[in-house]
């Protein structure tokens, strides 16, 4: 009887230390979430990578590769939920994953990709009636070439007062050459190199041929072959290269 009572009492005891120790080493073998919600966007001439908040994780491991299914390098690891990478050139892929306080890893976020380069409206034609507008674009990707896409759904052209910064009047816009002629299936941007592309305003009168009043600003369309589904936005301003943003589409 004695023996039960000191068995019973060594086992209640070995559950209230169970139970007093459970929770600690639950919560410290506990994996980290996977990291979701990543976005990539290219602004002030850097590709901005953002994620949504992983519960547990301590800190977030950012790597970039040059193919989808290439070698994944880590680029940062960081505390915050967002990553400048400033050393990104033409076409890049992300992925994100979290990490707890102790060192456990948790799984990969979907990738992402981004088409680093820049551009700017260098000229528009004026004082012939001419909707032409001049773009200069830089490439400076080691492996691809930017194909601008052709049509009327693939540009845009944006007039925008200096004043007061507001959009006055917006064109629907195609690829075209110098002169206007949209007959031109694409425009070629070769990797690591500038190149001049034309789009042209479709449709009503040009009447903002005054560069001191308006500015301009563009959209336009690229993939990175002709045979690529993945298709890029870039804006582009009056102002420098740097101002140019990319997204994309699909």
């Known amino acids: 009887m004695k023996t ?41 001439n850097r590709v901005v990578v953002k994620w949504k908040k992983v519960k547990r994780a301590a800190k977030y491991q950012v790597y970039r590769a040059t193919k989808l299914k290439g070698k994944y390098k880590r680029i940062a690891t960081t505390k915050k939920r967002t990553y400048n990478d400033k050393k ?34 260098v000229m528009h034609a004026n004082g012939l009636g001419s909707k032409v507008v001049k773009i200069s674009i830089k490439n400076p990707s080691p492996r691809n070439s930017m194909y601008f896409m052709p049509g009327p759904a693939c540009s845009k052209l944006f007039v925008i ?14 690829l ?27 449709g009503g009168d040009f009447q903002y041929f005054d560069n001191n009043r308006y500015e301009y600003a563009a959209t336009v369309m690229f993939t990175t072959s002709k045979t690529s589904k993945s298709v890029y936005i870039m804006s582009l301003f009056s102002g420098r290269y740097a101002d140019a943003e990319v997204f994309r589409l699909q």
Not at 18 to 42: C, M, R
């Open 176 to 202: 075209s050459d110098a002169y206007g002629r949209t007959n031109v299936y694409t425009s070629i941007v070769p990797k690591r190199q500038t190149k001049n592309i034309h789009i042209t305003a479709i």
């Open 88 to 121: 990104a050139k033409g076409l890049n892929y992300y992925k994100v994953r979290a990490v707890r306080k102790n060192g456990k890893k948790g799984k990969f976020s979907a990738v992402k990709r981004i088409y680093k380069a820049s551009g700017k409206i």
């Open 161 to 174: 007062d200096r004043a007061t910064g507001k959009i006055v009047k917006n064109y629907t816009a195609s």
């Open 4 to 44: 039960k009572k000191i068995m019973s009492a060594a086992l209640a005891l070995t559950l209230a230390l169970t139970v007093a120790f459970a929770t600690p080493i639950t919560a410290d073998a506990a994996s980290v979430g996977k990291v979701k919600g990543l976005k990539v966007e290219q602004s002030n």
